[in-house]
């Protein structure tokens, strides 16, 4: 089963209908207890770091998120790809997660780019297990962005800035675009994700 994660940020049904085209069983939960005993977990998002923040350690999930992401595969979407950094300029400052080395950061203004970007953008990837590959083009929503660093692998560029698009740590794999509004490429990254032998053998 795959777990998605409910921590009040956002839309999780079009995730869940995206795995559902796919004839794959997807629970939208958020117990602690059935994150832990997904075979998958995906951790999407929209919204504000702060917010998002409060609602992991006020539901108990920040715990059972961490665990999962260093043991299981697990898929990160938009902004639950920020919160697995250390920390993002956004609302002020906060403390995210801190699985991944990096910062999160806010868009500059730049005649021509408004903020937040919205819309279709091309990536170039170096993904080692082919998730994602140079010159697709996938569906971004986001004002803030992470900056490149030992974990991406793939970028695009926005306003005159060159951001993770992509990010892999062992069976961790986080893209900062929506796969589940991405067409026939988004559906298959999730299709990869679902059929991805574990690097440590669980399926």
């Not at 869940?16 to 602690?32: G, Q, R």
């Not at 929209?46 to 999962?68: H, P, T």
């Not at 926005?158 to 067409?183: I, M, N, T, W």
Request: charged share 20%; net charge negative.
């Amino acid at each position: 089963m795959i777990a998605i994660v409910d921590y009040r940020a956002g839309n999780l049904t079009s995730v869940k209908l995206a795995f559902e085209a796919l004839d794959c069983p997807a629970l939208i939960t958020s117990s602690p207890d059935e994150i832990r005993a997904a075979a998958r977990v995906v951790f999407p998002g929209v919204g504000a770091a702060k917010s998002a923040m409060e609602n992991l350690r006020s539901m108990g999930l920040a715990d059972a998120v961490r665990e999962a992401a260093a043991t299981k595969p697990f898929l990160g979407i938009c902004l639950g790809m920020q919160i697995l950094f250390e920390y993002s300029e956004e609302d002020g400052g906060v403390d995210l997660l801190g699985i991944l080395p990096g910062r999160v950061r806010r868009f500059p203004s730049v005649p021509g780019c408004k903020v937040p970007q919205i819309g279709w953008n091309e990536i170039e990837a170096n993904d080692p297990r082919g998730f994602v590959q140079t010159h697709d083009e996938y569906y971004f929503v986001h004002s803030y962005y992470a900056e490149v660093n030992p974990c991406t692998v793939a970028t695009a560029g926005y306003a005159g800035v060159e951001f993770s698009a992509a990010v892999r740590k062992g069976d961790l794999f986080a893209c900062q675009f929506h796969p589940e509004k991405s067409g026939k490429l988004g559906l298959r990254l999730l299709r990869s994700f679902v059929h991805a032998p574990s690097s440590e053998g669980r399926a």
